[in-house]
């Protein structure tokens, strides 16, 4: 079973707040998916080994645009490692999913 990156489960959630600070550190708007008013969602699952490595990074639901889908399994592979999992959760390997926004801003227009 997989974890939503946003969860509010106390025994996660310290986790998932530094995993999401250090994907959305490395994660930005394709600058020509911008100028072209390119938008959506991806929905993606990965797996985190219990050193902090992430892998198997893939798209369940497509922004429609594959430059966009591209860039957010670039920031989850260049953000890795990210921290070893807690010893608490007593888990090998952590799957998580969870859905990543492209959205316009007025600057781009």
Known sequence: ASIDINTQ????VGYFTKLRQAIELVWSYPTQAARRGL???VMVRFAI?????????SILKSSG???LDHAIIEAIKLASPFAP???GLNKEVLIVQGTFSYVLNRYYR
């Open 39 to 41: 938008k959506g969602r």
């Open 49 to 57: 080994k219990k050193g902090g490595q992430a892998h198997g990074v």
């Open 65 to 67: 645009y594959k430059i």
């Open 9 to 12: 489960e106390y025994r996660y």
């Open 85 to 87: 999992l807690p010893l």
